[in-house]
């Protein structure tokens, strides 16, 4: 009764604030089926747990001020907690009636848009029968331009059923009854437990998933990371960690990043890291971790490597094994690894690698070692079995190059090429086809064809797919005419502004911007690139020699390693 009294009084305030006639709604009612969803369509209670949680999803929608739901419990579940988005009224309301609980929020203006995560709803749940909740209402209120509040009557019948795992093993500590998975100061309602085949499950349910990432770090661009660690004292003598999480949390229409700290390595995931085409109706995502055997490689392979950490990454969907690759949606992936004495000397050769379906050892070009991390990073766009592992390559003409290191550093990983095995011509001109190639393949992005392409450079040229890649990414517009000019030497100011576009289109804007007449030269500098050269001379990345900026010179090879790999290990 207090409940329905507390509806009672947020709509007589309501009345107050708007004009009398807002609650003589006008009403419309559809069936809804696809605007609200459960966030699961089933839920397995672990043995040992009392509770769960599940959301409740709203796709995208014109603005509306309010939002009512009514789920109708069925079987041994009661509701316990309603956990709203953050985003949301604090005017809210519940009531219960005929075994079906309504509830929602209030707001006076259409500040909703839809397409986000409602609420986590948790449930108590103590017995082994099965039981379901379903939405069988919901209530969308938008206000008029006119002072009236009209009201969209929905019948999602939308089902969740809940069922208990009785097959679930306990957690190898039997005295650990709370958060084994860390996610940063989060309380956590999964359950994780250590199969007899090796594997320990660290099943993330709704609840302890959102928790995470609302005490998340936010980056630039405002997008949060939701953190979530297993530990060795947690995992024991398992060898295989599988990390498992709702699909929608994993496949938000919310831009987000989801890292997963594990003894093996650490792996964050960005949103629709799985295409929609591929993810289907699967209801959950589990991330697995493998800690390879040495015995299970080649003896050609175990040379190579010499004992270092071998992981192999994959995806499950709905507990079935699936090939993943997505060019669109990198996954950073990070090794732990602690350099001997003799590669501590040159740690730029510390590369990330895998081993392809032939069993041979492939360099992954975005792979390093970073001594204040103690791992080797790397950006993976197919999951397979992945390594750590050293090597070097040098040209017999850059001894004395003051471009010599950076030049290695990126034909180690298969970045540039020499003009033959031994020789690299570090003081030759570099064409346009040529730095583009290049500068694509360091940004580690393949783009769609965007509309025409230009006359000047042949479908079966080598450079072709890197030139249409730049062109869809914004980096290249030609020359006009429709030109590329591909075998025309860079210039330096086009050089500038190829990298500062690459800065853009790789999410590392460079903002901040410096004057250019302090160099003799700045007058040569064309309109169209001022702004380019700038903001690079602003970042410290362009800085000229004797006191000129020479935009007109051609760009020598020696000088496109240098600036690529400046590109590079801002991204890398």
């Given at each position: 009764m207090m409940k329905i009294k507390r509806i009672a009084v947020l709509l007589f305030i309501c009345c107050l604030v708007l004009p009398m006639n807002v609650f003589a709604a006008d009403s419309a009612s559809s069936s809804g089926s696809d605007l609200i969803q459960w966030s699961r369509q089933a839920v397995a209670v672990d043995s040992s747990a009392s509770t769960f949680s599940v959301d409740i999803v709203m796709g995208k929608h014109d603005p509306f001020s309010s939002l009512e739901f009514g789920v109708k419990l069925n079987g041994p579940i009661t509701l316990k907690d309603i956990s709203y988005n953050q985003t949301v009224s604090n005017n809210r309301v519940s009531a219960v009636s005929n075994n079906t609980q309504y509830f929602g929020f209030v707001d006076t203006t259409n500040r909703y848009n839809g397409d986000f995560t409602v609420c986590t709803l948790t449930f108590n749940y103590a017995d082994n029968a099965s039981a379901s909740a379903t939405i069988v209402e919901t209530?969308?209120?938008?206000?008029?331009?006119?002072?009236?509040?009209?009201?969209?009557?929905?019948?999602?019948?939308?089902?969740?059923?809940?069922?208990?795992?009785?097959?679930?093993?306990?957690?190898?500590?039997?005295?650990?009854?709370?958060?084994?998975?860390?996610?940063?100061?989060?309380?956590?309602?999964?359950?994780?437990?250590?199969?007899?085949?090796?594997?320990?499950?660290?099943?993330?349910?709704?609840?302890?998933?959102?928790?995470?990432?609302?005490?998340?770090?936010?980056?630039?661009?405002?997008?949060?990371?939701?953190?979530?660690?297993?530990?060795?004292?947690?995992?024991?003598?398992?060898?295989?960690?599988?990390?498992?999480?709702?699909?929608?949390?994993?496949?938000?229409?919310?831009?987000?990043?989801?890292?997963?700290?594990?003894?093996?390595?650490?792996?964050?995931?960005?949103?629709?890291?799985?295409?929609?085409?591929?993810?289907?109706?699967?209801?959950?995502?589990?991330?697995?971790?493998?800690?390879?055997?040495a015995a299970a490689l080649s003896s050609a392979v175990k040379q190579q490597l010499g004992g270092k950490p071998v992981i192999d990454l994959s995806f499950e969907l709905d507990g079935k094994p699936i090939a993943w690759n997505n060019n669109n949606a990198p996954v950073t992936v990070s090794i732990p690894y602690a350099p001997t004495d003799a590669e501590r000397g040159d740690l730029n050769g510390i590369l990330a690698a895998y081993i392809d379906g032939s069993g041979n050892v492939q360099i992954v070009p975005s792979g390093r070692y970073h001594a204040e991390s103690g791992a080797v990073v790397f950006q993976a766009t197919h999951f397979s079995t992945y390594t750590v592992i050293k090597s070097t390559k040098t040209f017999d003409d850059i001894a004395t190059s003051w471009a010599r290191k950076d030049i290695e550093a990126l034909a180690v990983r298969g970045i540039i090429t020499g003009t033959s095995a031994t020789r690299f011509a570090p003081n030759a001109e570099i064409t346009r086809a040529d730095f583009t190639k290049l500068l694509v393949g360091v940004l580690g992005k393949h783009a769609e064809e965007s509309g025409e392409g230009f006359s000047d450079v042949p479908a079966n040229a080598y450079y072709y797919d890197a030139v249409m890649t730049a062109k869809a990414l914004g980096l290249a517009s030609g020359s006009g005419k429709n030109e590329f000019r591909p075998k025309s030497p860079v210039t330096r100011q086009d050089m500038m502004v190829l990298l500062e576009r690459a800065f853009t289109a790789s999410g590392h804007p460079l903002t901040k911007t410096a004057e250019l007449k302090a160099y003799k030269d700045a007058k040569q500098v064309s309109a169209y690139a001022q702004e380019s050269v700038s903001k690079l001379i602003a970042s410290g990345i362009i800085s000229g020699s004797d006191g000129k900026l020479r935009p007109l010179d051609h760009l020598t090879r020696a000088e496109a390693a240098k600036v690529l790999r400046l590109l590079y290990e801002e991204l890398y």
């Open positions: 209530n969308v209120t938008t206000i008029t331009g006119v002072g009236t509040a009209n009201k969209e009557s929905l019948a999602p019948n939308k089902t969740v059923t809940i069922t208990r795992n009785t097959t679930s093993v306990t957690p190898t500590d039997p005295g650990n009854t709370g958060n084994t998975g860390n996610t940063g100061g989060t309380d956590s309602n999964g359950s994780n437990e250590q199969p007899n085949k090796g594997r320990y499950l660290f099943n993330v349910d709704d609840f302890t998933a959102l928790t995470a990432l609302e005490n998340g770090s936010t980056d630039a661009q405002g997008v949060k990371t939701a953190v979530f660690k297993v530990k060795q004292d947690e995992i024991g003598s398992a060898n295989e960690i599988a990390v498992q999480f709702s699909s929608l949390f994993v496949n938000s229409n919310e831009r987000r990043y989801i890292r997963i700290e594990t003894p093996f390595g650490t792996v964050t995931l960005p949103d629709h890291v799985i295409p929609a085409n591929q993810l289907g109706s699967a209801s959950t995502i589990t991330l697995v971790i493998k800690k390879v055997d």
